[in-house]
């Protein structure tokens, strides 16, 4: 994949974006940028213990803020930078709103599974499979500096303590 400056600049954005979550109380480490013609529209990090909201993933707490901004629901043109791939809530979330291109981080591959709620569908899929042919997801940008945020994919990790149990 060849990775433009910008893409490059708003991933770091999205980075800072999930340190700043991971240092504040009942955050995760997920970080989610939306640009539009070279300006942030709407950005954020994972706010779910936060919140006490199951849906206040970084990506969707960065839509509704965009969408807040922009007095609209759709985002064409849009482009979703995220540290994670997408979980499926999220995926489903940009096609509606109609964002462009996804580009994440580090892939299902790359952390441990209890990141993603589906054992065994990738949202790759839902990409592939949406009513939509102008919306494309790229992974695997700075993958090395996202990954390190998470928990990798070998861990032994208590089940109680597994997000997806
Ligand atoms: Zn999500």
Request: hydrophobic share 40%; with cysteine; net charge negative.
């Amino acid at each position: 994949m060849a990775w433009t400056e910008d893409d490059a600049k708003w991933m770091r954005r999205a980075l800072e974006l999930a340190r700043e979550g991971d240092v504040a109380p009942g955050k995760n480490p997920i970080g989610c940028v939306i640009v539009r013609g070279g300006e942030v529209i709407g950005e954020g990090c994972n706010e779910v213990d936060q919140r006490h909201d199951a849906t206040a993933h970084a990506e969707i707490v960065s839509m509704r803020r965009a969408g807040q901004r922009l007095q609209c629901d759709e985002m064409r043109g849009a482009v979703l930078y995220s540290t994670l791939q997408p979980c499926g809530m999220c995926t489903m979330a940009s096609i509606w709103a109609k964002i462009g291109r996804i580009v994440y981080g580090a892939g299902r591959d790359d952390v441990h599974p209890m990141y993603f709620e589906d054992r065994h569908l990738d949202t790759v899929d839902f990409i592939r499979d949406a009513f939509r042919d102008d919306l494309s997801l790229e992974g695997g940008l700075m993958a090395g500096e996202c990954a390190a945020l998470y928990v990798p994919p070998d861990a032994d990790v208590p089940k109680e303590e597994q997000f997806n149990r």
